[in-house]
Nanobody
């Protein structure tokens, strides 16, 4: 599967942004999808994940209540709605996919190219 993330940009603290990740290739509904982020010089961080049908979602503790992951299997797209953004949310955000795995933050085989999110104070 090929992944293409988009929707990043510059936003003020407290604002909102929605990231999209379009997929092509194998049947989209067969993948578990995740969002990660990375700041230069730091380790990549898990943000959120969503199961095959969208019925199961998982979030890193610092994102709970502010971020929402969703998917549209008909459109082959996964979304990350981000609200109440903080300057520390500034990072490159990546979408990722895997076929199976019980740990939502691990085991992703396919990665998109990343989209920059910058939150100004």
């Amino acid at each position: 599967v090929q992944l293409q993330a988009s929707g990043g940009g510059l936003v003020q603290a407290g604002g909102s942004l929605r990231l999209s990740c379009a997929a092509s290739g194998r049947t989209f509904s067969g993948y578990i999808l995740g969002w990660f982020r990375q700041v230069p010089g730091k380790k990549r961080e898990f943000v959120a994940a969503i199961g095959w049908s969208g019925g199961s979602t998982y979030y890193a503790d610092s994102m709970k209540g502010r971020f929402t992951i969703s998917r549209d299997n008909a459109e082959n797209t996964v979304y990350l709605q981000m609200s109440s953004l903080k300057p520390e949310d500034t990072a490159v955000y990546y979408c990722a996919a895997k076929v199976y795995g019980v740990r939502p933050a691990e085991g992703y085989a396919y990665w998109g190219q990343g989209t920059q999110v910058t939150v100004s104070s």
